[in-house]
């Protein structure tokens, strides 16, 4: 069983840069595509980013390519999201969770095997 806790998220203005953290107890770190995902009201969740085991592949969505970076670190049992250049479209609350699957399909939910609880991430105008 992993526990994945987020953390960082809060209000910026647009332009702004916010980095979420993602802290994973309770198992096996490093063998899970660890990916972001996020919800804004209203609306359907949706994925972020993915990073494969050792970090040697990522994988973006395209309304977040150029902006977003996502990293891990196997050490300290984490992964984070910096986000750059923030848009109000970008509220959301922000998931951490851990795939089964490879970076290029972490986003199919069906091969999350643990989410976090989620992190508040508004973008004002």
């Known amino acids: 069983q992993v526990q994945l806790v987020e953390s960082g998220g809060g209000l910026v203005q647009a332009g702004g840069s916010l980095r979420l953290s993602c802290a994973a107890s309770?198992?096996?770190?490093?063998?899970?595509?660890m990916a972001w995902f996020r919800q804004a009201p209203g609306k359907e969740r949706e994925f972020v980013a993915a990073?494969?085991?050792?970090?040697?592949?990522?994988h973006y969505a395209d309304s977040v390519k150029g902006r977003f970076t996502i990293s891990r670190d196997n050490a300290k049992n984490a992964a984070y999201l910096q986000m750059n250049s923030l848009k109000p479209e970008d509220t959301a609350v922000y998931y951490c969770?851990?795939?089964?699957?490879?970076?290029?399909?972490?986003?199919?939910?069906?091969?999350?095997?643990?989410w976090g609880q989620g992190t508040q991430v508004t973008v004002s105008s």
């Open positions: 990073i494969a085991w050792s970090g040697e592949s990522t």
């Open positions: 309770g198992g096996t770190f490093s063998s899970y595509v």
């Open positions: 969770a851990a795939s089964v699957a490879p970076p290029q399909r972490a986003g199919e939910m069906r091969f999350i095997a643990y």
